[in-house]
Each structure stands twice: as C-alpha cells, then as structure tokens.
C-alpha cells in the first residue's frame, strides 16, 4: 500500500466502530485511493453504502481539523522503526483463511513472520489454569509442533502462555493474536516471550501501535484467533470464559472445535465439559485434532521415548507402581494408590497424555507404550 494511501487507511483503521463492510465500501468508491474520500463532499459521503452519522462524522472531523491526524505520522515512523509489516486485506500476502470470515480486519499489524504451514491450530484456556491444564497445555502442543503444525494463541496468562512457551520449546511456529498495540507489552508478565514469539514466529495486532488493552478489545481479538486457524482446542474454561466466546467465534466461521476433558468437580471444567457436550470433539492426543483436520495425517509410529521426553511427577510414579502387567480397575486403582477419586483421574489423564498409561475397551488400565522402566 502507497505511503499516502497507507496514512488514511490508519485513521480510518483506528475508529473504534468502523466495520469491514464499511472499509471495503470506501475502498470501492475511491477506487483504492482513499484520500478521495477526503475530497468528497457531505453529500456524496451520504450516499456511500454502509456510511453512518459516526462514520460521517469522523470524516467530516478530519477534513475540518486535519491537525487531528498528525498522530498518524508518529504511528508511521513507530511502524518503521519497530519492522511492522502492516498488510491490508486487499493484498495477497493477508492470510487467506482470514479473508473467509464476515468482519475481516482491514489491516493486521504483523512483528515477524506469517506461518507457512499447511495447519494453524488455535489453542485457549484459562488464564488460572491448573497443573494438569499446563501439563495437557504442554503435551499436546509440543506433539502438534513435532506434526509442522502452528499453534495460535493470544499470548495471555496460563494456557496461552504455555501454548507458545511449548511451541517455542519443540523448535515449533508459533503465532501471538494480541488485543492491543504490539508497542504496547500485555501482559508485563509475558515481556521475554513476547521477543521470542517476536523473533520466531509472528505477533499479529488490528490496534494502532500504542494501542493499550481493554476489555472490549478481547472479543474482537478472538475472531482473529479462531479465523486465521483451522480448528481450536479449548483447554480448561468457564462457562462465562474467554475462551468459550472463541469457541463460539470458530463455529460460526465453521471452524472445528475440540475440548480437552478435566476433572468434573473443577469449575475451569465447566466451559470444556458444556464444548464436549454440544458437539465438540473430545481430545486427549494430537492425533485426535490431525485424524479431524488433515484427511491425509499419518500418525508417527509409537517407538518408545528417552524418559527424558516426558518428566514424571511422584504422584504417577507411584500410579504406574500400581498398575498390573496385564489390566487394573479404576476402583483397584483408587484403593492402592490412596488417593481421591477426583486426584486419581487427574493423574489417569495425565499419564494417558503421555504415554504411559493406556485405557482398554474394557475401562480399565494398563501399561502404555511409553511407560517408563520403575
């Protein structure tokens, strides 16, 4: 996009309620020159399609008082100064998965590079999550990078922050939605992944540079999520989370959407448990998103693993102490090893995620693939 073209396209971009029908309509009246739109008269912006008194009225505001634009020039010289790669839906490079949504952003601030992998796979959660939510978190992106999956998440505390932790870790791409500027660090807490997702993989924003978080921006945020990806996994949530609102973004983007089980005394349960319910597929390995998404997967074979692969907590160890050669009841389970029935599935869960245990047709346990010598 022309540098003069580019500086209307980010006032425009930066009005809250401005809308993709709007832009695009904009775009088409000025034949892709929109400083046009600023030579037209009150009457002709009336009769663009999808113009309204907000729209008219900003306009109309910047055309009077053209110094109230001159915060645009800073943006520009940040843009440069910080590499942003600002991409306009118009272009080739905007990610083609994107465009298929109804409210494409009509600008996406990119830090880094855009995946290049034939899947991006979205994963979300609780920002409180517990031990096994970051354990599963782990588990299952590291597995999804080892398939040259990206994984895209939004870079917030907990599951996100796990999902491109791991990611990175695995040598994985990895991909950062931000609801707010990408001059602007959210949260504080994330500031050294924010330079490695920076780094080695890409941060995406649709707010201008110095654009600072709120809360009405999350939403907006999410569709982003769920639309650059083919499927989403939610791993732990509330009923009234976050993470649900993407859910809700990727059906009706027609994404796939998948769940991961937790325990059912847990509220941060809720929200997966209700997915599962109403349709969502229930995961428990990366090869039940891969066999859903990509008609052509074909899963690695199981060839055991340095225990160094996967750490084992005292608490499975002494699970895996418990389990017969053969097959063991979840009630024998639950008298040798002591502890609650709400603790004892955590651990099943956990230790089936790795490998180190596997459940039969029969329901009961036994030794997994990958459990480790004791």
Request: glycine content about 6%; aromatic content about 8%; proline content about 5%.
């Amino acid at each position: 996009m022309a540098k003069k073209n580019l500086f209307y396209a980010l006032f425009l971009n930066s009005l809250s309620r401005m809308t993709f029908q709007q832009f695009n309509s904009l775009m088409l009246v000025s034949d892709g020159n929109l400083e046009n739109i600023f030579h037209f008269s009150k009457k002709d912006l009336l009769a663009i399609s999808h113009m309204n008194p907000y729209l008219l009225e900003n306009i109309l505001k910047a055309k009077k008082e053209p110094q109230s634009l001159e915060w645009i020039e800073k943006e520009m010289e940040i843009i440069q100064k910080e590499k942003i790669n600002l991409i306009s839906y118009w272009e080739d490079a905007y990610p083609r998965l994107l465009k298929e949504i109804s409210d494409p952003p009509p600008l996406l601030y990119v830090k880094g590079q855009l995946p290049k992998t034939k899947l991006c796979v979205g994963v979300v959660g609780a920002r409180k999550a517990s031990a096994y939510g970051l354990e599963v978190t782990e588990i299952l992106c590291q597995e999804l990078a080892s398939y040259d999956v990206t994984i895209v998440s939004g870079l917030a505390l907990g599951v996100d922050g796990k999902a491109h932790e791991a990611t990175l870790k695995a040598k994985g791409s990895t991909v950062a939605i931000l609801g707010n500027g990408i001059s602007h660090i959210y949260p504080k807490e994330h500031a050294s992944l924010y330079q490695r997702i920076a780094e080695e993989g890409a941060l995406i924003s649709e707010f201008p540079m110095t654009m600072k978080a709120f809360p009405q921006h999350f939403p907006r945020r999410n569709r982003i999520l769920s639309g650059l990806c083919q499927g989403v996994i939610v791993i732990e949530a509330s009923i009234k989370s976050g993470s649900l609102i993407t859910a809700r973004c990727a059906l009706d983007q027609g994404r796939d959407v998948f769940a991961v089980p937790g325990n059912i005394h847990s509220r941060s349960s809720e929200g997966t448990h209700f997915l599962i319910q109403q349709g969502a597929k229930l995961v428990a390995k990366a090869s039940d998103v891969l066999e859903e998404l990509d008609p052509q997967f074909i899963p690695k074979s199981l060839t055991p693993e340095p225990q160094s692969c996967h750490s084992i907590s005292q608490d499975e160890e002494k699970l895996l102490y418990c389990l017969k050669d053969d097959s063991t009841s979840f009630e024998e389970l639950l008298f040798k090893s002591s502890v609650s029935s709400e603790k004892l599935s955590e651990l099943l869960l956990a230790c089936e995620l790795k490998g180190f245990i596997q459940k039969t047709n029969h329901h009961t346990y036994k030794k997994g693939a990958l459990c480790p010598n004791l």
